[in-house]
């Protein structure tokens, strides 16, 4: 500390000294401080107390404005600095339940508190017209002298004026979840690169979409050639997901864990996915928030950055086939639109034969994560109540699909295992749980059971802490599967889903 100088910090903490009274001037206060600050030098590391240093300031001003001064040093570290009785930087709270502490006690709470609710602000004043602003905004402008008259229609007329809306970028949508159709790439906007995806991540992202109600979400790896303008998307990591109340965000321990798997395995982090899984694949105004953002982080070194959305169980589809839209977000080239436009890739299915030994791990961790998870979809349900399919059949009929570019029968004993685990490890294991709780949850057993479409359509009273999520939300649910809340029910009223944000 500057024994020449007094700081702004001190003025603040201390303010009576400088505020023009005659008795108390900065000059005494220096005084008194360095006084203080003389005797703490020649008494470390004994503790210096408020009484052993008023002897030493007769006539320099009274003994409660001295004691203020002594705790203001004591609170800051300047004096008693690692002494038993000094409670420095953060004393603790007073419990003004208890009996009356003493007045010095009193004080330096007081003080404290002043002290951690200092800092910097930046001067803020009213224009001419009454709105609050920063003072370094006013200086060099030139202003107009009104009459009074003048000077109140001015105001009038600023009020009537359109406020910029914070909310959306999107000109006239409020609603985060509203779907926005994607763009096609032509002769306006050209398709930046060429994507190709190998069946092993539409496996997975596929598989993953399947099973839970709530949106899922996970990492793509893959590599870009540049010189070709050519994106292949190699594998599929599945992520966790976490609850903020509005919408799920992956988690970051488990992106991280992702990033690490695909690294090892030689790829880069190209792409995010997440599923729709009773909605059609088109993004929210949050996804495109979420799509820009990933490519603002991801793509610094130059490597584009893609968003898959998977659609496993949209009533407006008959097929057993999922959708799937590849997306990318660009600049908006019209000044009157939203800012940020989604453009749909047609992309490649490719005809390299997976790496099936992780395409396993990644559907074994699938299965043990949402078997017996709040949120899960009932695989032995039927998925539609104009199908004979049920929720496994249709799954292992999209999954099917994406086998058909690999040579014959090589993804045949695959869907098998697929099968196979999914009867003994996921359904098994849902019917005995089901059992425990006397409700029968097979196919045909009763006149009433209800089918997934039914299910997500269902109206239920609201859930206490559900949401539309990954089932990480951790919200209670019983074997029927109903719809985790009420914003469930919204967003099929509206027509739209949640995305899924993971970057703060």
């Not at 099917?400 to 196979?420: C, H, K, M, N, V």
Request: glycine letters at 6%; charged letters at 25%; hydrophobic letters at 30%.
């Amino acid at each position: 500390m500057d024994m020449e100088t007094i700081a702004e910090d001190e003025k603040q903490a201390i303010p009576e000294f400088f505020e023009g009274r005659p008795s108390k001037t900065p000059e005494r206060y220096l005084k008194i401080r360095n006084y203080i600050l003389d005797q703490w030098l020649k008494s470390k590391p004994k503790y210096l107390n408020k009484t052993s240093v008023r002897p030493g300031l007769k006539n320099c001003g009274d003994v409660n404005c001295i004691g203020r001064i002594h705790t203001y040093l004591e609170l800051i570290g300047a004096i008693n600095f690692n002494c038993e009785q000094a409670v420095y930087n953060r004393p603790k709270v007073v419990d003004r339940s208890k009996q009356k502490e003493g007045k010095d006690v009193l004080e330096a709470y007081q003080l404290a508190q002043r002290l951690q609710s200092m800092r910097t602000r930046k001067r803020r004043v009213r224009d001419i017209w009454g709105n609050w602003c920063d003072a370094k905004d006013l200086e060099g402008q030139t202003y107009e002298h009104l009459s009074a008259e003048e000077l109140a229609l001015r105001r009038e007329e600023m009020k009537r004026q359109p406020k910029p809306c914070k909310i959306s970028k999107y000109k006239g949508s409020f609603d985060p979840f509203q779907l926005i159709p994607c763009r096609t790439f032509g002769e306006d906007v050209q398709e930046p690169f060429q994507v190709i995806v190998c069946a092993e991540t539409l496996l997975i992202m596929d598989m993953h979409a399947h099973v839970s109600r709530g949106e899922v979400i996970g990492l793509l790896g893959g590599t870009f050639i540049e010189e070709e303008k050519v994106l292949k998307i190699y594998a599929a990591e599945p992520c966790n997901s976490v609850s903020t109340g509005l919408q799920c965000e992956m988690d970051p321990v488990s992106q991280t864990q992702a990033c690490d798997v695909l690294s090892s395995l030689g790829f880069s982090v190209v792409g995010w996915y997440h599923s729709h899984p009773s909605f059609h694949p088109n993004p929210s105004v949050r996804d495109i928030n979420t799509q820009d953002q990933f490519q603002s982080y991801f793509s610094r070194g130059g490597a584009p950055f893609i968003g898959m959305i998977v659609s496993p169980y949209d009533p407006a589809n008959r097929s057993p086939h999922s959708q799937t839209t590849c997306l990318l977000v660009k600049e908006s080239q019209e000044p009157s639109g939203p800012q940020k436009l989604p453009y749909r890739f047609d992309f490649l299915s490719s005809q390299d034969i997976p790496d099936w030994e992780q395409t396993l791990r990644r559907a074994q961790w699938i299965i043990n994560k949402y078997c017996q998870t709040p949120g899960s979809v009932q695989m032995d349900r039927f998925f539609r109540k104009d199908s004979h399919l049920t929720c496994l059949e249709k799954m292992l009929s999209s999954l099917a699909r994406y086998l058909e570019p690999l040579p014959d029968e090589e993804g045949d004993p695959f869907l098998t295992q697929i099968q196979s685990l999914f009867q003994s490890e996921f359904i098994a294991k849902q019917q005995k749980e089901a059992e425990s709780l006397n409700i029968s949850s097979r196919p045909g057993n009763s006149d009433d059971l209800l089918t997934f479409d039914q299910l997500m359509g269902e109206e239920e009273r609201p859930q206490e802490g559900g949401r539309d999520s990954d089932p990480d939300s951790g919200s209670a649910s019983d074997s029927s599967v109903q719809p985790s809340d009420t914003s469930v029910r919204d967003k099929q009223q509206h027509g739209v889903t949640s995305g899924l944000c993971a970057v703060d």
